[in-house]
């Protein structure tokens, strides 16, 4: 089974959350999917959950520290902490862990202090003191790979194949890879074999077209090819839209409805 979830923050730009929420209910969508939790009033988010029959399905656990920083892990222990607690407010059992947090200059760049094998290491050490934690409040975190381009060069974890073996080194269930497949196209391309083979580990993926991350159709993604081949796999789990609109919101609305007809 397939289920199908939207981001929302990029979408209907000047609109709350909670609008954008009875939005995307109106379009039909039940799962959706945020960005930074701590400046939203969770009652009122959750209550319009309630309202629409809406469900969080994911949001970022990553703020002011990073994965990859040793110096400052038990601070972000403490924000992943903390947003287990907002998560439980609002029924949703899974966060979006970043490499690298990001400043208004991009990324946090470690490249300094760290050697890329180094910050490698980090992520793994941290998620693995993780664990017991996640385990204690059933709660599972998704490692996105992220692109190292322009503003965002410090990136730590860049490759399918990293995110990968990283996962595999932690080994617990309760810590997955995102494959966000606009994030893989600018990085190294590959998509279907870079999912497919990683099943066992990858149970969500984001889904925009590439170069410009807009609408499936909208760049040089075959997005159609790789859909069907995601839906006659053995993939269960999450496939969600998270892409920024070309145009207004409303008008790129029915291509990537038609687009997740492909999945079931």
């Known amino acids: 089974m397939i289920s199908q979830a939207i981001n ?20 039909g969508f039940k799962e959706v999917e945020f960005w930074g939790w701590d400046q939203l009033d969770l009652k009122e988010v ?21 994965l990859c ?49 180094a910050m490698i290491a980090n992520v793994a ?34 490759d399918t194949s990293q995110g990968a073996a990283i996962v595999r080194a932690v080994g617990s269930s309760h810590v997955q890879l995102l494959c966000d497949v606009f994030h893989m196209q600018m990085m190294h391309g590959n998509l ?8 066992d580990i990858v149970h969500y993926v984001h889904i925009a077209d590439a170069p ?10 075959n997005l159609d090819y790789l859909a069907e081949q995601i839906q006659n796999s053995e993939f269960e789990g999450t496939v969600c839209m998270e892409y920024f609109p070309a145009g207004e919101t409303e008008k790129g609305m ?3 409805k038609e687009f997740l007809k492909k999945f079931k």
């Open 192 to 199: 279907l074999n870079n999912i497919l083979s990683n099943l």
């Open 46 to 66: 959750r209550r319009t959950c309630e309202e629409t029959g809406v469900k969080i399905r994911a949001f970022s656990g990553t703020k002011e520290w990073s």
């Open 125 to 158: 050490a941290t998620l693995t003191m993780l664990v017991p934690i996640l385990e204690e409040h059933h709660m599972t975190v998704l490692l996105e790979p992220l692109t190292n381009k322009g503003t965002d060069a410090g990136m730590s974890v860049t």
């Open 212 to 221: 410009d991350r807009h609408e499936p159709g909208t760049g040089e993604i």
């Open 8 to 27: 929302l923050e990029p979408l209907y730009p000047g609109a709350t959350l909670c609008e954008k929420i009875q939005k995307v209910s109106a379009e």
């Open 254 to 256: 029915p291509a990537v």
């Open 69 to 117: 920083d040793v110096a400052h892990r038990t601070e972000y222990m403490d924000w992943v902490q903390k947003s287990i607690a907002a998560a439980k407010e609002l029924d949703c059992d899974t966060l979006i862990l970043f490499p690298n947090h990001f400043t208004s200059n991009g990324c946090a760049d470690f490249r300094k202090q760290y050697s890329q094998d």
